[in-house]
């Protein structure tokens, strides 16, 4: 079982383009998470999904940025027209169906995306 | 009132010495409280965690000391090994199905030789 995968590891885009970020959560866990790790900041909570269904996504800002869990598939996290500001690392995390409150919480590896 | 505190910043302890990491928070709600260990270019990783109804939980070299009074707690690494050294974060959640983790800005310890 290899945990919580996410990819790429290293994202790239210039300013303006898109960026898709995935995770897979462990296997048998249907909670994800998604934070924001900027440097020397703390993990910032940005969405918590369930399967097809968005439980809270209080800390997302309102414009270019979009969540969602299918019932098929990874977990993605959509940042349009992105900008320099956005550069950071994003980590997504999940966690068992049984827990509550972010028990068992598993992290991957995150993703760093680099705007130019 | 969803904000969780910590301190210090960053933190140098020599080998052998013991590392003290505090954490506050406001909402009472909260009830369960996790600290995480993030190595560089790493996802952070469970090390520990502590709900109320108990004032200390021990593991191994990591012991968590909570005052709910107060609404405080903190992390202590006794005898504090250079492979400690990384980024450690503490959090807090409620309990309930719907919640999420919010975590303190981070202590970034360096153990010397």
């Known amino acids: 079982n290899a945990g919580v995968m996410q990819n790429p590891r290293h994202l790239v885009r210039r300013r303006g383009q898109e960026a898709r970020l995935r995770c897979s959560p462990m296997k048998g866990h249907s909670h994800v998470y998604w934070y924001r790790q900027l440097p020397e900041e703390g993990l910032k909570f940005m969405v918590y999904l369930q399967k097809e269904n968005i439980i809270d996504e209080s800390g997302m800002p309102k414009e270019r940025f979009s969540a969602e869990f299918p019932k098929e598939g990874p977990s993605i996290l959509r940042i349009q027209q992105v900008v320099r500001g956005d550069s950071a690392a994003y980590f997504c995390?999940?966690?068992?169906?049984?827990?509550?409150?972010?028990?068992?919480?598993?992290f991957g590896s995150g993703t760093q995306l680099s705007v130019l | 009132q969803q904000q969780v505190k910590q301190s210090p910043q960053s933190l140098i302890v020599q080998k052998g010495g013991i590392s003290i990491i505090n954490c506050a928070y406001e909402?009472?709600?909260?009830?369960?409280f996790p600290w995480y260990q993030q190595f560089p270019g790493k996802g952070p990783a469970l090390l520990i965690a502590i709900r109320p109804d108990v004032s200390e939980k021990k593991e191994g070299r990591f012991t968590i000391s909570f005052n709910k009074s107060a609404k405080q707690f903190s992390l202590h690494i006794m005898d504090s090994q250079p492979g400690d050294s990384a980024t450690y974060f503490c959090?807090?959640?409620?309990?309930?199905?719907?919640?999420?983790?919010?975590f303190g800005p981070g202590t970034s310890l360096s153990v010397i030789p």
């Open positions: 995390a999940s966690s068992p169906p049984s827990s509550g409150g972010g028990e068992k919480l598993l």
């Open positions: 909402n009472t709600a909260f009830d369960y």
């Open positions: 959090a807090a959640s409620r309990s309930v199905s719907y919640d999420k983790v919010i």
